[in-house]
């Protein structure tokens, strides 16, 4: 596991893409993780009755996830020194073994002094966005 | 910070990079110990973003509370065995199109005072009679 160099990059530059998948059981086993049980994640009753198709995905899990795109090609979590992202619309996850499924794209956007780069993430669900202004600045080798 | 619950998180995030189960894994990037995930400052951010929902003198409608934003600013990951504090406050507060946005940032120290992250939640209070 290596750390890309700046070298490498150029502004332009897109990482592997990435598809990720959210079941059922996915947003159970982040809300016992993560401590954050809020009900319309787990109770369908409850979502339908704030307006939701179904249950949703934790903001967070999704926007913990869509950083792997970043994460796997650097090969070092601890080189991600910023990442932010706007919830912009809800992911609602079916009862079904399927689940819901986002597809995740990358590209570098700006290159900074100290060998670090600006990634600019995107997150589609249903051809709609998900997260948005989605974000992560990297350190990289020399 | 202990090693199992950064296994954990990292197990719910679907992840399987060996650097957060594996000690030997995490010491091979140079680090003491099991690394923890970009977005793991959730795990007790989340908790002191509640201090603010729930304090009785901003007075919010937790019910009309929506999660708008979020930004971690990492000066050094967080590890295995990190003893560590979080001090909240109240960054900025104001109002666009009949939302109120609270900015909540939460400094997360290590018990030597080095300053390990930096996390921003922006809290948005949806306005009576916006039924977006």
């Not at chain 2, 990951?77 to 001090?87: N, Q």
Request: charged share 20%.
């Amino acid at each position: 596991m290596t750390v890309n160099s700046i070298s490498q990059v150029h502004v332009g530059f897109e990482l592997p893409p990435q598809e990720f998948v959210f079941t059922r059981a996915d947003l159970i086993r982040y809300a016992g993780a993560s401590g954050d049980f809020n009900i319309i994640h787990w109770n369908e009753r409850v979502a339908r009755e704030v307006g939701m198709p179904t249950v949703i995905v934790h903001g967070m899990l999704t926007m913990g996830t869509v950083i792997r795109i970043v994460t796997d090609w650097l090969g070092d979590p601890g080189k991600v020194i910023e990442y932010s992202a706007r919830f912009t619309r809800p992911i609602p996850v079916p009862d079904t073994d399927e689940g819901a499924s986002i597809k995740v794209t990358a590209k570098v956007t700006e290159l900074l002094k100290n060998n670090q780069a600006v990634i600019s993430i995107s997150a589609i669900h249903n051809e709609l966005t998900v997260l948005a202004k989605t974000t992560a600045i990297v350190q990289l080798a020399p | 910070m202990g090693r199992e619950k950064i296994r954990e998180f990292a197990r719910a995030l679907g992840e399987s990079a060996p650097c957060y189960f594996d000690v030997e894994s995490a010491r091979a990037l140079g680090y003491p110990d099991l690394v923890a995930p970009p977005t793991f400052a959730t795990v007790f951010t989340l908790q002191a973003g509640g201090q603010v929902i729930h304090d009785p003198e901003l007075g919010l409608d937790y019910t009309r509370v929506v999660h708008g934003e979020q930004r971690f600013v990492q000066h050094r990951p967080i590890f295995a065995g990190d003893e560590i504090t979080s001090t909240v406050s109240v960054e900025s507060i104001r109002s666009a199109a009949g939302n109120d946005m609270i900015t909540v940032k939460t400094q997360v120290h290590a018990i030597d005072g080095e300053l390990v992250s930096t996390v921003y939640t922006l809290l948005v209070s949806r306005g009576v009679g916006d039924a977006s």
